[in-house]
């Protein structure tokens, strides 16, 4: 057992060693998923997300993603960018109920407005409007999740023998933005540590200084293009036929994301197939708790999304765990 562990270990540590900065801060199993199991589940949380509106299950999801995000170790990040979505959501709480003119529960009725014709707000518009803003935030919870289990050197491995032009394009695409941010936030450091304050000066004088940011931003970045090039002439890419090595190996951690995955799938699709999770906004809202067979459809597919993070805390709890799968 203590070989097996410490061979696990190795491979571990080898597999971080390709990973990006971020997944080095975690040391969960989920940043060691096979690409494939990753992408898995990814897709399949996003198939979930697109086809039901169950406010319990939006509400559920969101909770799986929290404690998903919290596994991976960038729970501080992800509050940080709900700071910025809030708003947005509660924008499409508040816009919704005001253009839409179906639902039979009126709570509130006001004035005639040109155009427009009389002005009131149902329930089932505001339960709506509250549903889509959850949805928002899953969809958006999604993405952390994405970027935590799977790298774009992990998406170029797993489809490079299949498209790999069109892979090579997302993946650089994929580092762009993160790459772009990194730089931007180290130029602006030196600039101030120069004495440029971004916050101080007209309104002109400000927009040179942020002017001069960009011009820096946009020679840093060509000059990142021109050594890319450069790492992959001198490694010859595009010279003969293309050869490539496997780094992660398909292990019992990876069968078990991906069947939680799958079984996620599969009790939505069945759910959806009887109607039992094609929950009804208009023109009356829908019994919230619904029958016996919703429930368990429901708390099948949360259980299955799951699976990632109860591996997760068992490694942490039960070390001989982490050897074993």
Not at 199 to 216: F, H, N, P, S
Request: hydrophobic letters at 50%.
């Amino acid at each position: 057992m203590g070989g097996a562990a410490a061979t696990e270990t190795m491979t571990d540590a080898a597999q971080r060693r390709n990973q990006p900065i971020h997944v080095l801060e975690s040391a969960s199993i989920l940043t060691t998923l096979h690409p494939a199991a990753a992408l898995t589940y990814a897709v399949s949380l996003l198939f979930l997300l697109m086809f039901i509106d169950h406010p319990l299950f939006l509400a559920g999801a969101l909770a799986v993603q929290a404690v998903t995000i919290a596994a991976l170790g960038r729970w501080a990040k992800w509050n940080e960018a709900m700071g910025f979505a809030l708003p947005m959501s509660t924008l499409i709480l508040l816009i919704n109920p005001l253009l839409v003119r179906s639902g039979e529960t009126v709570l509130w009725s006001g004035p005639t407005i040109p155009l427009l014709g009389p002005l009131f707000i149902t329930m089932e518009a505001v339960a709506y409007g509250a549903a889509m803003a959850l949805k928002l935030l899953n969809v958006l919870s999604l993405f952390f999740i994405y970027s935590g289990m799977l790298s774009p050197d992990d998406l170029l491995h797993l489809f490079s023998r299949v498209a790999f032009r069109s892979t090579m394009v997302i993946s650089l695409a994929t580092r762009l933005f993160p790459t772009m941010r990194r730089r931007l936030e180290q130029i602006r450091q030196i600039q101030e540590m120069r004495g440029v304050r971004f916050d101080e000066g007209t309104i002109g004088e400000r927009v040179g200084k942020y002017a001069g940011l960009v011009e820096a931003l946009l020679l840093a970045s060509l000059e990142d293009s021109w050594e890319t090039a450069e790492a992959m002439e001198a490694r010859a890419f595009g010279v003969g036929p293309r050869t490539s090595h496997r780094r992660k190996r398909w292990r019992r951690r990876d069968s078990l994301c991906m069947g939680g995955a799958i079984l996620s799938l599969a009790a939505a699709v069945a759910g959806a197939w009887e109607g039992m999770l094609l929950y009804a906004y208009y023109p009356a809202l829908a019994p919230l708790h619904g029958d016996v067979k919703t429930l368990t459809a429901l708390a099948s597919i949360l259980a299955g999304l799951l699976v990632p993070v109860i591996l997760h805390w068992g490694c942490r709890k039960w070390t001989f765990i982490r050897s074993a799968i």
